[in-house]
């Protein structure tokens, strides 16, 4: 217990906690429960319900509200303090419905518990004649039920909902016995800014909230509980599944009951649909049919003999995947290394974060995110970036809009007024693809006024002289030529965000999805290095992994460059030590890229190609050029646990089991590496993905025999140092964040504190290059793409479950009202959109979001894909990542709908 301290006496029990602890929380200490309705650790204290009363000195005060002081003497029972409890219980239950038969609260309800512990079995204040309030439930949207004769006006939900979420959607309407808790104007929950969290829910103390589709499915105490990890965005959300006859029935959160978002809590329907994959299919006469397991393997072993003996192993690749485990990729790697011969192994993080991990790796010596998501909250200025995280990283924004509202300064750079632009202290919207640029001005800025970290450069840092001299033509004027911010506000954000105690960066896609991502990467680096804001708790560079599995996968070594650890192929010590390992010799040479090794397939050069829980075909560049790579292989072996449009081409398709059937790991964007446990059995004769590489490896004569994903992790913890300390054992509480080297190691909340993974940070100067493809007479706009709230990647999750569909059923394109008018636009009617690769149909959305001159759209929808349009020959040249955030588009107005 660090801080100063106040020993006090509760019940007779000598307590010890810190400095201003309410008296509610140092009884917890003692063993005490203190009845509560109103209270919740994670909000502020509201003293409405009056349930805590205790006693000190004879005097009664609000436990919730009165903090721990030295020598105090609590009593919490009995006498007067019961009789009071007793009464507002009483006075709650006249106005409360008296069916906790049939209510879905019932054994979690804090008022049936509290009802129960002081004997509550008749009510004075009940009678024959006696009013009660009588409201309809609320069904508005598709995932809350509201009951309003159920509500104890505690006011929780409206806490969580301002101070949590940061929405405001909640307040209190009317006065004395018609007061109830409402949103503005009773308005459906779908017409407010709710987000739909279900944090409401998840603190409500009765039941006055609940999950609508969990409604007469199952009681409180039938349910069995899971808790494993969220399978969607990278935040690495622990959740708990609560489940009755293998259904889940609802979903909380894992370490504190809540802090989800609408897809971690009521987007896990998919694993129940009925068009999941329940048996291998093998393509016969053109179509695919379902086959045994024995066929299936037999059939893909086969062919896969046949191509590495006729055209080598080199004309073998797979693609691996951000949305399996650790153990999965490790293997899916191995697999393909050990067993095939090849390097020619890649996933997606080529297509999101490959410049991250390039361009850190050359600055910092490690390229991952350098604090923790806790961190956030305590910088006292924030820069985001190619991030629109309320809707991409929930949780992540709630740690922003925390900090803002307690004065951290904020600076958004986005084309896009994205919603943390409405909070912001400056607006940054650059032309896209012009990031080097106005990264470059904000240094050039701080070294030219002289607020520079010096002490900390001249220490921790090298190459200065050369970013010097490479940032001089990058004024604040020459800038806003290049992106269209204007001067002053560029020289704002400089000043705010170099003065500030502690400065962090986060960002995302935004700054890495272009030919130039790897040095909009540098150019970040260079600014946290140049003003030393990196190495302290809220500062540092912090990239938000789009995928729950991201940052595992890249550091199990699904990238064709490094094994696992990031230990390069090329280099002979490491190769010797996987080789002996392993027991197989390893290629030397780094294999291709997966945008390569689609071009690779295109030309015939790629023969044979493993997919494991990725659909190229949507999430890929020019989709018609994947369609034709694809096309042409010789074997295309697909594991996943749906249909998809990858799947439809292949030849062997793999059912496999989802995030809730099997057990593993998953690293989160904050290098947490978290326990996935199974929930329920995968349906039909779906296997695991390390059961079907193990099963496949051994076929092709390189036997796999691992009884448990708890020994592939400790083959990792072995060859892997950053995860030498890591073991299912170590991880049953809140998991571990590499680099954590032995078994005694606490793990590292907080890279380069004393020194940089490479030894001192290397500044990088990079130069302003343009969008490799910008709008002219023929294509005038510039399109972006990016991600939505309600959706996750393609249709193979999210878009299969009924409420998130029902919010977000179809896509669309962001326009500016003023491109709107000029082109004749009416908001919600059919436009095309076309480039020079290909056209899509899809809804126009007029708003004031986008950027004159910009449009946006969302890449979730296959029938309106946005990689329709994007280039798949404008690769960044050191991370060969695809320019999917900048490319020229027309559009033509079609008519209604």
Not at 54 to 83: H, Y
Not at 400 to 410: D, E
Request: net charge negative; with cysteine.
């Amino acid at each position: 217990m660090s801080g100063p301290t106040v020993e006090l006496t509760i019940d007779g029990v000598p307590v010890v906690v810190p400095h201003g602890t309410p008296l509610l929380e140092a009884a917890r200490e003692a063993g005490v429960d203190i009845p509560h309705l109103c209270y919740h650790p994670a909000l502020s204290s509201a003293g409405s319900c009056g349930l805590c009363l205790v006693e000190v000195k004879g005097k009664l005060v609000q436990a919730c509200r009165e903090q721990a002081q030295p020598g105090m003497e609590v009593c919490t029972d009995g006498g007067r303090i019961s009789r009071l409890r007793k009464l507002i219980l009483e006075l709650i239950l006249s106005d409360h419905p008296q069916d906790c038969l049939t209510c879905e609260r019932s054994g979690a309800c804090d008022l049936q518990r509290y009802a129960y512990r002081y004997q509550l079995d008749a009510n004075r204040f009940m009678g024959p004649d006696h009013e009660r309030r009588e409201a309809a439930p609320r069904e508005d949207n598709p995932f809350i039920r509201y009951e309003p004769e159920k509500c104890v006006l505690c006011g929780r939900c409206v806490r969580v909902c301002a101070e949590v979420q940061g929405r405001h959607v909640l307040g209190y309407a009317g006065r004395g016995f018609a007061s109830e808790v409402t949103s503005p104007f009773a308005r459906p929950l779908t017409e407010t800014n709710c987000e739909l969290c279900g944090q409401c829910v998840a603190v409500c103390p009765s039941g006055a909230l609940t999950e609508r589709e969990r409604r007469f499915t199952g009681r409180e105490w039938e349910f069995r509980v899971t808790t494993t990890v969220c399978p969607f965005c990278g935040c690495g959300c622990p959740l708990t599944l609560h489940l009755l006859k293998d259904q889940i029935v609802r979903v909380s959160g894992g370490r504190d009951g809540f802090r989800l978002c609408v897809k971690g809590r009521f987007g896990l329907s998919f694993v129940h649909r009925e068009d999941r994959l329940r048996a291998p299919m093998v393509r016969r006469q053109g179509k695919l049919t379902e086959s045994s397991w024995e066929e299936a393997l037999s059939s893909v072993a086969a062919k896969l003999r046949e191509i590495r003996e006729q055209h080598g192993p080199q004309a073998v690749a797979g693609m691996s995947s951000a949305k399996c485990t650790n153990e999965d990729n490790y293997l899916f790697q191995k697999l393909l290394r050990a067993t095939l011969g090849t390097n020619n192994v890649d996933h997606c993080a080529r297509l999101c974060h490959a410049p991250t991990v390039a361009g850190l790796a050359q600055s910092f010596g490690s390229g991952a995110m350098t604090n923790s998501i806790a961190d956030i909250e305590e910088a006292t200025c924030l820069l985001i970036t190619g991030s629109n995280t309320t809707e991409a990283h929930p949780i992540v924004a709630q740690a922003v809009i925390r900090a803002a509202r307690r004065g951290a300064r904020l600076i958004v750079a986005d084309p896009r007024r994205i919603e943390l632009a409405d909070i912001a202290d400056v607006h940054l919207r650059q032309r896209p693809g012009t990031d080097v640029a106005w990264l470059n001005g904000m240094a050039h800025v701080i070294l030219e006024e002289g607020l520079w970290n010096s002490e900390f450069v001249e220490q921790r840092c090298e190459g200065l002289e050369e970013l010097r001299e490479a940032l001089a033509p990058y004024t604040p004027e020459a800038v806003e030529e290049l992106t269209g911010i204007p001067a002053d506000d560029l020289r704002r954000a400089a000043c705010l965000y170099a003065d500030s105690q502690r400065s962090t960066i986060v960002y995302s896609m935004g700054i890495t999805q272009h030919t130039t991502g790897t040095d909009n990467v540098l150019a970040v680096a260079n600014l946290a290095m140049l003003t030393g804001h990196i190495g302290r708790r809220g500062t540092g560079v912090n990239p938000l992994r789009g995928q729950n599995n991201v940052q595992g996968a890249c550091d199990l070594g699904a990238l064709p460059n490094v094994f696992p650890g990031y230990q390069p192929v090329s280099d002979p010590s490491a190769r010797a030590k996987f080789e002996q390992a392993w027991g197989a010799p390893l290629p030397a040479a780094p294999g291709l890229t997966a945008v390569e090794i689609i071009d690779a397939a295109r030309a015939g050069e790629i023969k044979a190609l493993l997919i494991m829980g990725e659909n190229p075909l949507v999430t890929h560049p020019d989709q018609r050029h994947v369609r034709e790579a694809l096309a042409a292989l010789e074997l295309l072996v697909v594991l996943d646990i749906f249909p998809s449009e990858t799947s439809e081409l292949a030849h062997v398709v793999l059912p496999a089991a989802s995030f809730a059937e099997k057990d593993g790991t998953f690293t989160s964007t904050e290098r947490r590496v978290q326990r996935l446990r199974c929930a329920l059995p995968p349906p039909g004769e779906a296997w695991a993905d390390w059961e079907i590489l193990c099963r496949l490896s051994t076929r092709l004569g390189f036997p796999m025999a691992y009884g448990h994903p708890q020994e592939i992790m400790d083959e990792i913890a072995s060859l892997t140092p950053i995860y030498g300390g890591i073991s299912y054992a170590r991880l049953d509480g809140e998991g571990l964040q590499w680099p954590c080297p032995h078994p005694d190691h606490p793990g590292t909340p907080v890279l380069h504190q004393e020194e940089f993974t490479r030894g001192k940070g290397r500044f990088h100067p990079v130069r302003y290059q343009g969008p490799t493809e910008i709008p002219d007479e023929e294509y005038p706009f510039a399109l972006t793409t990016g991600r939505v709230l309600n959706h996750f990647h393609s249709r193979t999750m999210t878009r299969r479950v009924r409420g998130l569909q029902e919010l977000l059923p179809e896509g669309y394109v962001e326009i500016h009202p003023a491109d709107a008018a000029q082109l004749g636009m009416i908001p919600d009617t059919l436009v095309r959109v076309t480039s020079r690769r290909g056209s899509i149909v899809t809804l126009a959305r007029v708003t004031q979001r986008a950027q004159e001159g910009t449009v946006f759209i969302p890449f979730h929808f296959a029938e309106a894909a946005a990689n329709a349009l994007t280039p798949a020959d404008s690769l960044d040249p050191s991370s060969k990542i695809p320019a999917l955030k900048a490319c020229a588009v027309r559009l033509e107005h079609i008519g209604p709908d």
